[in-house]
């Protein structure tokens, strides 16, 4: 039996045009506050059907077809970008992070497996660079954050009490806005521990605090698919948490505070279910559950005009099937306006905005694709 979920409760709305939004056709969507949240609802985008941005191919790093190991990865799995415009690829497989010029060019590699300083023995997924140049990355099991210099030199271990999803994103030089992944826990043992799906944490790996509440579903393997999420933080410190199994974003001030709660039309119906599959093991077939949740989102991102980049899917995928045509960008202002879709340009596993220029992580290819963000 699948559950359907609605986004925005029963109630009238009323017209609202967001300050943020200029030249805003306020027919296109409707607002309600709702316990001091905003809720938005779009029902078409502002730009129509002429997208005022566009995607420009600026090159591509790695490729199965690469031969020069200096641009070879295994499984890259994040980007960054320093203010003289280096990139960053992290790589999940080889645990290293290369370098290359704002031309693409390579620079150096730094980051080996192993237990010591800067070293790194479990899975190295996440990265962001700060104000001052100095590398964050995440590593998890065991939650773990190790800092290094502008110059590459490690300064520093940060260990986490909690389990986290790789992604994380700077509040600051001293707090971390970060996932957690331990909901099924908190889940199975509700007197101990409180859900909420997102901590701000500081330097010494101390909670400040925690918000974000998860939908919750009669079976708890249910809710922790359909919380699954990604977030980032605005220029100004606004934390976003957009959801991959949800018609649902969430906006929040930097001290945790609801904000605004934003949905769109989709074209199809939000089901969770249970299934099962069969296995060969050990010369024998098994039957194993599974989740059968209906997807809505892949990946987020925010660009240097604080606009909100979500990949929706237009129509359900089929189980490994690779269609980009299946997906859009969904470009929204900060205050959960849409403005208008473009197609995606490729396959893709995962995209980081780094404030003009879009990657796009394809681990299948094993390769990283950079796009600018240009304006129409």
């Not at 990139?87 to 497989?93: C, E, N, T």
Request: glycine share 8%; proline share 5%.
């Amino acid at each position: 039996m699948g559950f359907p979920i609605r986004s925005i409760g029963p109630g009238l709305f009323c017209s609202l045009l967001c300050s943020c939004s200029t030249g805003v056709d306020d027919t296109a969507f409707e607002s309600e506050v709702i316990n001091g949240v905003t809720h938005v609802r779009n029902l078409a985008p502002q730009w129509g059907e002429e997208p005022r941005v566009g995607l420009e191919l600026v090159r591509q790093i790695g490729g199965l077809g690469e031969t020069d190991e200096r641009y070879l990865f295994y499984s890259p799995s994040d980007v960054a970008v320093d203010d003289e415009g280096n990139i960053y690829v992290l790589d999940a497989g080889t645990k290293e992070v290369k370098i290359y010029d704002s031309d693409g060019e390579y620079v150096a590699t730094f980051g080996r497996v192993g237990q010591g300083p800067g070293e790194f023995n479990s899975l190295p997924a996440a990265m962001n660079i700060g104000a001052d140049g100095e590398v964050f990355i995440h590593e998890d099991p065991p939650s773990r954050m190790h800092t290094f210099a502008q110059d590459r030199t490690f300064l520093d271990r940060i260990l986490f009490p909690r389990a986290m999803h790789y992604r994380f994103a700077l509040l600051g030089p001293d707090k971390f806005c970060m996932s957690h992944s331990d909901i099924e826990e908190q889940l199975e043992f509700p007197d101990s521990l409180e859900a909420f799906l997102v901590g701000i944490y500081d330097r010494a790996g101390q909670m400040v605090h925690e918000f974000c509440e998860p939908l919750l579903l009669e079976d708890h393997r249910l809710t922790v698919a359909a919380n699954r999420h990604a977030l980032e933080v605005d220029s100004e410190g606004n934390i976003y948490v957009a959801f991959y199994h949800q018609n649902r974003i969430d906006k929040y001030s930097s001290d945790g505070t609801h904000l605004l709660r934003v949905d769109r039309p989709l074209n199809y119906e939000i089901t969770y279910d249970m299934g099962t599959r069969e296995l060969e093991m050990f010369g024998q077939i098994r039957e194993f559950p599974y989740v059968i949740a209906t997807r809505v989102a892949k990946g987020f991102g925010i660009d240097h005009e604080n606009r909100l980049w979500v990949p929706t899917f237009v129509a359900q995928p089929e189980e490994g099937e690779q269609n980009p045509e299946k997906l859009v960008f969904q470009i929204f202002d900060a205050g959960g306006v849409w403005l208008g879709s473009l197609p995606t340009p490729r396959y893709f596993t995962d995209l980081r905005i780094r404030r003009s220029q879009l990657f796009l992580l394809d681990d299948e290819n094993t390769a990283i694709y950079q796009f600018s963000i240009e304006e129409r």
